[in-house]
């Protein structure tokens, strides 16, 4: 399902379903609940990079209630990355198609099924105002339901299901709300966890990859680019993904990826399928043997990851290249405007984030859905300049990396 459709059915159908529940929950809400934490659920249906950003949310969880069973309810498309990152038992990820709304429909009835079935003790909803969420930590079964709350904001409506209600932080970054969520289930204060942040916060831990597999890579990227070790390879992705807002300038693109080709570098224009077509024009404008499309290049997550290792440099918008980069030793520039670097940066010490605010940014929020006002002209991103990001990127190569927010 296209983005804009998955808005409107949570926006017109799934605040009438939480509406109509929540009437019949009222008088229930109040009631004493035990906590039980043998089974435990984590919803999180977003895109990939915030299960990459959830990584030390799932080892609190693991070192703070390790006789529990974790389960983990994701989007089909996300298997890949849970099975990569380790999350859950492989038998105990639940996955949904949302590639149409029957399929979805279908799927999600399935796995309301399973979890019944399951017991689910303690739900987490990591989403932060989707309604669809909070409906499946409702219908889960579990007794316990932890999730973001509007409390007095004039956030999102999500019905009155959660019963351990936390306190939205547009303030703080997402990776040490997700573990607030996890202290959240034994909290007793209004709003929960009035306590400072936790250790399991930080930089992610890297993966490591076998000679064998970097070498098969690197005998593909020869056999079909011509690409030698000799030269040192930048990587852009160029692509919004589902958000185009989010998207920095192509011909600002070109312009890095120009500058690197005549300093000896070479660069690889990095995506999925969809976006081949906008590698083969940057690559056409470039005009060099050493630029690279490697947009659906990479037939998995591994493969993607071991690229970004074999890499110098990846500039990336806003998304999730970035989050896997800092699962891997890549220097990295993320470039920020309708989003902020505050809750979304990358958990890498190799990462720098470009941010230049506008009055207007960001304004892609939770409480709008993710959905900008902006007529399609981000002057934020715009003010990002070629020179800007070339400056950066010729400190991070020459070895003086670090982290931080221009």
């Not at 609940?33 to 299960?51: F, H, P, R, Y």
């Not at 979890?115 to 739900?123: F, S, V, Y």
């Not at 593909?220 to 011509?226: A, I, N, Q, T």
Request: glycine share 6%.
């Amino acid at each position: 399902m296209r983005i804009d459709t998955q808005r409107k059915i949570d926006q017109i159908l799934g605040t009438f379903i939480c509406r109509v529940l929540s009437f019949f929950y009222y008088p229930f809400a109040n009631r004493a609940n035990k906590t039980k934490t043998d089974k435990i659920l984590v919803i999180l249906l977003s895109e990939m990079g915030s299960l990459v950003v959830s990584s030390r949310m799932f080892e609190y969880l693991k070192a703070r209630y390790p006789k529990a069973s974790l389960y983990l309810l994701t989007l089909e498309r996300n298997k890949e990355v849970v099975d990569l990152l380790g999350h859950v038992p492989r038998d105990n990820l639940l996955t949904i198609n949302d590639a149409s709304l029957v399929k979805f429909c279908l799927d999600s009835l399935q796995t309301l099924r399973t979890l019944r079935k399951e017991g689910i003790d303690t739900a987490i909803d990591c989403e932060l105002f989707s309604r669809i969420s909070s409906l499946f930590s409702f219908s889960s079964g579990a007794r316990t339901r932890v999730g973001f709350h509007r409390y007095t904001q004039e956030g999102l409506y999500r019905g009155n299901f959660i019963n351990r209600k936390v306190l939205y932080n547009p303030y703080c970054h997402i990776s040490k709300q997700f573990i607030t969520l996890v202290e959240a289930i034994n909290s007793t204060t209004t709003p929960k966890v009035k306590t400072p942040a936790t250790n399991y916060t930080g930089y992610l831990p890297k993966l490591e990859f076998s000679d064998h597999d970097t070498i098969k890579m690197l005998d593909r990227l020869e056999k079909d680019y011509g690409y030698s070790t000799k030269k040192k390879m930048v990587l852009i992705y160029p692509s919004g993904g589902l958000l185009s807002i989010r998207a920095w300038p192509r011909e600002y693109f070109v312009q890095v990826a120009k500058t690197f080709l005549k300093k000896g570098y070479a660069v690889g224009v990095i995506g999925l399928k969809p976006d081949r077509p906008l590698g083969e024009l940057i690559t056409a404008q470039c005009n060099s043997a050493d630029c690279m499309n490697l947009a659906g290049y990479t037939k998995t997550i591994k493969e993607l990851l071991i690229i970004l290792n074999i890499a110098s440099l990846l500039i990336t918008n806003d998304g999730g290249p970035g989050h896997f980069a800092a699962l891997v030793r890549i220097p990295t520039i993320t470039l920020f405007g309708p989003e902020t670097p505050v809750l979304y940066g990358s958990l890498s010490p190799n990462a720098v984030n470009l941010f230049s605010q506008l009055n207007c940014s960001p304004c892609v929020t939770a409480y709008n859905h993710r959905n900008t006002p902006c007529d399609g002209d981000n002057v934020c991103l715009k003010l990002i300049t070629p020179e800007d990001v070339i400056a950066k990127a010729l400190e991070l190569l020459t070895g003086a990396q670090g982290h931080g927010n221009k």
